[in-house]
């Protein structure tokens, strides 16, 4: 068993919403401008955490994620394992002695893998992650696959755009 990009991003959006203050809950927009994802797919990936038990939402103004129990308290397998596949086969598929001693090493290390990260604190994750800062939510920055400039302000206009307007211009000279 190999890590699945989705379980890789719950545990960035599970560090996210850690770090964050336990006073103010992660919206999903931040989730998915911290994590670089767009906004449904930040959701596929909370949805997922939310079934597993980690995290719960809060709806309306002021809403948000936040995490069900300490961080302190989170093992790597917690939240790897809401994101594990249950479509591996079983040993009673196969029926050469190869592939049934392939996937029987296949499982082992599965098994072991699952207790190694179930003894993995989350706190350590943590540790390694010294680049993850909580960004201003009014950052300029984006990382949305368009970076577009600012729109310029628009200038008053220096001469008339037609001919009616030319006595506007020339009394406002004058004044």
């Known amino acids: 068993m190999s890590f699945s990009h989705h379980a890789r991003l719950g545990i960035h959006a599970v560090a996210i919403i850690s770090t964050c203050s336990s006073l103010q809950p992660v919206t999903a927009a931040r989730l998915a401008r911290d994590i670089g994802l767009c906004l449904s797919s930040t959701e ?19 809403g948000g994620y936040r995490l069900q129990q300490a961080v302190e308290q989170l093992s790597v397998w917690d939240v790897v394992s809401c994101f594990k596949d249950s479509d591996l086969p079983s040993l009673t598929e196969h029926t050469s002695p190869e592939s049934q001693a392939a996937l029987a090493i296949a499982n082992h290390l599965d ?14 994750v943590l540790k390694h992650l010294d680049c993850m800062e909580p960004q201003d939510a009014h950052s300029t920055l984006s990382h949305t696959a368009f970076h577009l400039k600012p729109l310029c302000v628009p200038a008053l206009p220096v001469a008339p755009s037609w001919v009616f307007d030319l006595a506007k211009f020339t009394h406002a000279a004058h004044a």
């Not at 596929?44 to 002021?62: A, D, F």
């Open 111 to 124: 098994t072991t893998l699952a207790h190694f990260l179930q003894d993995y604190p989350f706190t350590d």
């Open 44 to 62: 596929m990936i909370v949805k997922k955490l939310r079934n597993g038990g980690l995290i719960n939402s809060h709806r309306g103004p002021g």
